[in-house]
C-alpha cells in the first residue's frame, strides 16, 4: 500500500510564509513526476507547481517568484515553500504523485496517487 501524507499547513497572516512537505510510503520501487495543487471552495483543483525526478520544476503563473518547490529522493519527500502568501492562496493542498509499486520484487507501471490535503489559510 502506497500513500502521500501532507503536513505543514495552517493559519498565516498576508505576506507571511507557510512550508508544506509531502511523503510518501509504503512498498515504493520508484516514484516519477510529484506536485501540489490547491482547492479553493468553489473552485476547481488547479496545479501549483511540479516536480520531476530529475529536479526540473514548472510553476502556475500565479505563484511564481514566490513559491518553491523541492524534493528529498532519498525521504520521497517534496516541499513546497510559500513566501509573501495573499489571501487568494487559501485552499486545500494536495500533493499528488507517480508512483511504482514493488510487489513480490517487481516494480507495477505507475499509478497516479493523491494525498489527503492540508488547508492553507492567509489572512488579509
Known amino acids: 500500500q502506497v500513500q502521500l501524507v501532507e503536513s505543514g499547513g495552517g493559519l498565516v497572516q498576508a505576506g507571511g510564509s507557510l512550508r508544506l512537505s509531502c511523503a510518501a510510503s509504503?512498498?515504493?520501487?520508484?516514484?516519477?513526476?510529484m506536485g501540489w495543487y490547491r482547492q479553493a471552495p468553489g473552485k476547481q483543483r488547479e496545479l501549483v507547481a511540479t516536480?520531476?525526478?530529475?529536479?526540473?520544476?514548472s510553476y502556475a503563473d500565479s505563484v511564481k517568484g514566490r513559491f518553491t518547490i523541492s524534493r528529498d529522493n532519498a525521504k520521497n519527500t517534496i516541499y513546497l515553500e510559500m513566501n509573501s502568501l495573499k489571501p487568494e492562496d487559501t485552499a486545500v493542498y494536495y500533493c499528488n504523485a507517480d508512483i511504482s509499486q514493488r510487489r513480490l520484487g517487481i516494480s507495477l507501471l505507475p499509478y497516479n496517487y493523491w494525498g489527503q490535503g492540508t488547508q492553507v489559510t492567509v489572512s488579509s
Open positions: 516536480i520531476t525526478s530529475g529536479g526540473s520544476t
Open positions: 509504503g512498498s515504493i520501487a520508484g516514484i516519477n513526476d
